[in-house]
Nanobody, 115 residues
């Protein structure tokens, strides 16, 4: 059974930092590209950052220079370090694992940026 479990979401003030984690089980983690998405109320889910099996990364323009995605294949975990957070970063953040036709989602973790 495949499970992706996100954690680390919280309420944080503007300019603050958070680190999200997504622990995977039931998959050969090193074979999967891993992505972080987010969905704000009333908006579509959007790709925030991705990391390939070869550790190549890509970011949405809105988070470049502020967010960093990384992975630990031994711990089967992908991380999203978020710095200089803004109110517009408020959303539910979802972890996604994908490999060929296989795509799995976590349940999401809430990030709220507010004074």
């Amino acid at each position: 059974q495949v499970q992706l479990v996100e954690s680390g979401g919280d309420l944080v003030q503007p300019g603050g930092s958070l680190r999200l984690s997504c622990a995977a089980s039931g998959i050969i983690f090193s074979s999967y590209a891993m992505d972080w998405y987010r969905q704000a109320p009333g908006k579509q889910r959007e790709l925030v950052a991705g990391i390939t099996t070869n550790y190549l990364t890509n970011y949405a323009e809105s988070v470049k220079g502020r967010f960093t995605i990384s992975r630990d294949n031994v711990k089967k975990t992908v991380y999203l370090q978020m710095n200089s957070l803004r109110p517009e970063d408020t959303a539910v953040y979802y972890c996604n694992a994908n490999y060929r036709n296989y795509k799995y989602w976590g349940q999401g973790t809430q990030v709220t940026v507010s004074a």
